[in-house]
Nanobody, 116 residues
Framework: VQLVESGGGLVQPGGSLRLSCAAS????????MSWYRQAPGKERELVAV????????NYANSVKGRFTISRDNPENTVYLQMNSLLPEDTAVYYC??????????WGQGTEVTVSS
């Protein structure tokens, strides 16, 4: 079982990125899937969550209205669409899965840098 994130990179303020989290060995639609981030010198924080039952979503106040979490069940992949990016969004972004099947599983992270 594993999670593999991709899609990070360097983007200018106001730009957009889409992060992907490809799962293998378990089913994302049967798991609570989350995106976290950790900026340099700061603690890891929860950014967005999508539930297994009905696919409802929740967001940190700092990203609400700018970020969207979604999942593609046939692709067994979760996405984080990030719009109107700010320098303070710079961080390593991690995908996480929580379920009885996998316990708590983390990906390796993908780095996002927002800078002009």
């Amino acid at each position: 079982v594993q999670l593999v994130e991709s899609g990070g990179g360097l983007v200018q303020p106001g730009g957009s990125l889409r992060l992907s989290c490809a799962a293998s060995g378990f089913t994302v639609s049967r798991s609570v899937m989350s995106w976290y981030r950790q900026a340099p010198g700061k603690e890891r924080e929860l950014v967005a969550v999508i539930t297994s039952a009905d696919g409802s979503t929740n967001y940190a106040n700092s990203v609400k209205g700018r970020f969207t979490i979604s999942r593609d069940n046939p692709e067994n992949t979760v996405y984080l669409q990030m719009n109107s990016l700010l320098p303070e969004d710079t961080a390593v972004y991690y995908c996480s899965a929580t379920s009885l099947r996998v316990g708590v599983l983390w990906g390796q992270g993908t780095e996002v840098t927002v800078s002009s």
